[in-house]
């Protein structure tokens, strides 16, 4: 069973910049489908980015595209999502979740079955 480990969040100022990190462990994290969240107080759970388990296709949120970039090191086990240009509405509880061979690069959280506990992102302007 593949478990999900989140770091890398932290306090920058707006315009700042943050590499979060999705640790697996416990399986063959190469086979898995690969997405962040986020989830503002207050507010529902969000898409951020995913990348599929092949690493040929990635998929973002349109306030994330052109400043965020998802991207995978297979022997390292670990997701990461590179956060550029961050902004203060970007503040949120960043959560990673993975899915096995999923063919897709969905926004639907249904559709992952490993979550991660997340970790805080806050960006002040």
């Known amino acids: 069973q593949v478990r999900l480990a989140e770091s890398g969040g932290g306090l920058v100022q707006a315009g700042g910049s943050l590499r979060l990190s999705c640790a697996a462990s416990?399986?063959?994290?190469?086979?898995?489908?690969t997405a962040w969240f986020r989830q503002a107080p207050g507010k529902e759970r969000e898409f951020v980015a995913a990348i599929r388990w092949t690493g040929t296709a990635t998929h973002y949120t349109d306030s994330a595209e052109g400043r965020f970039t998802i991207s995978r090191d297979n022997a390292k086990n670990t997701v990461y999502l590179q956060m550029n240009g961050l902004k203060p509405e970007d503040t949120a509880v960043y959560y990673c979740?993975?899915?096995?061979?999923?063919?897709?690069?969905?926004?639907?959280?249904?559709?992952?079955?490993?979550w991660g506990q997340g970790t805080q992102v806050t960006v002040s302007s």
């Open positions: 416990g399986g063959a994290f190469t086979t898995y489908t």
């Open positions: 979740a993975a899915e096995p061979f999923a063919p897709h690069t969905s926004a639907d959280p249904n559709l992952y079955t490993r």
